[in-house]
């Protein structure tokens, strides 16, 4: 008994201790949130979290702007802040171009050093952080007040039962496409139907009414049922069901079976499955990058080029190469005597993701680790930029005439909004299943050959896709195929197409409803 209530003095003292940091940062947007109109404070209020990662953090933004800028909602963006947030996600929410009605609102800072370890995979990593964080959560929500809906990521769930408390409805957003939302959906039911490591199995994962998926292709942190990976991505997916609904960063014309599967298939409707909103795609918009990003040296060698010449190698904003295979891929590049654009970061020996809570903020110098000689021969035809380049002035330039990318969702996004074809070069988590998708289902995507027993991609093969891409019959069709994709993507997005209407009936939810005033 003495023990318990031990145990219970300590965890008051903690939530007394959590509520006094909460208050202490949230003075800093005080005056900000005194100087609101009453207009302002009128609108109705939009809450949204995402868990750390700029793969994460992106769509969730463009989503808030959205409501801002075209439904007149007010909305606070709800930042998890650590000691080792990124210089890329700083600029990115510190931008000038922000709408005004769009508030950026910081939790109390944790100590990321104290709350991991050296040997945490990433999204185990990121769980730890979120679950310290949203300690806080509860009264950062009542100090905002009038909430309508809260809109959070995947792996920020245990937002479900503090807006339980609160009477706040939760909306999910699937920053990943909707077959992995399937995937996700689905998994419950693997686990308890299953014995041994997925990946054993004899035979494609069948999820209800999709396509088959390779095991492997299936995404990292399902790979290992005994890892912590695997336990708090189960976790997160067991929650899915009590959001009032779940945004898609995806339209029909992409994913038409997985849409048909998730809203008409008997199994999800049984879970149940909350409604879907499909409202892609969600990309970072030209009118949030700096002037200084437009100017880049990247675009300025690009006005250079003619156009469709240049191949845009880039591996997101988090994936790294090995020392081997960085070698191999300059050669290849060297090789295929075409246009490059080629974004490099250090090689690792760790894991594929080493780059992903750094980016933007890492020491780089290429010539100290690509073949030597390499920068000089490819000099008239290539560029090599360390770490970051303007992705989205790069995809729509008219020089630019595929991409190579490790098929992160966001990148997928943009690469088909601009019309882009697209090697696939997949890292980590669930790129695997996307470049499969991309190369053997939309047609889009080529996927360079592994040979057996060798994980690394050899400088001929990497020569050949590119050839393929840059000059062939099949990269030609591959290209008129993107075409269509982004004339159907503007189109869905527009005025009366498929993801504004969707969103618009959303909007309309909200603006009917009474304001919650339980939290008052």
Known sequence: MAEAVERSREEDEEMTKITDEFLEVFKTDACALKARTADEIAKPHIVFLSSPGMGHIIPLLELAKRLVTYHDFHVSFL??????ASAAQEQLLRSPTLPSGLDIVELPPVDVFSLTTDDMLVLTRVCVIVEESLKSLKHV??????????VVDLFCTQAFQVCRELSIPVYSFCTGSIALLTLSLYLPTLDREVDGEFVDLPEPIKVPGCTPIRTEDLLDQIKNRKIDEYKWYLLHVNRLPLAAGIFLNSWEDLEPAGLKAVT?????????????????????????????????????????????????????????????????????????????????RSPTNSSASAAFFNVGSEDNHPKAYLPEGFLDRTEERGLVVPSWAPQEHVLKHPSTGGFLSHCGWNSILESVTYGVPIIAWPLYAEQRMNATMLAEEVGVGIKPEVREGNSTIGRKEIERVVRIVMESEDGKLMKIKALKLQESAAKALNACGSSYDSLGRVVEEWKAEPKCTCIE
């Open 141 to 150: 929500l009542v100090e905002l007040g009038n909430i309508k809906a809260l």
């Open 79 to 84: 930042v998890i802040t650590t000691n080792e």
């Open 264 to 344: 008409e298939n008997s199994f999800f409707k049984q879970i149940p499955t909350p409604r879907v909103h499909p409202i892609g795609p969600l990309i970072r918009q030209e009118e949030t990058l700096t002037a200084a990003a437009s100017n880049t040296e990247c675009v300025a060698w690009l006005d250079k080029q003619p156009p469709g010449s240049v191949l845009f190698v880039s591996l997101g904003s988090g994936g790294t190469l090995t020392a081997e295979q960085l070698t191999e891929l300059a050669w290849g590049l060297e090789l295929s005597q075409h246009r490059f654009i080629l974004v490099v």
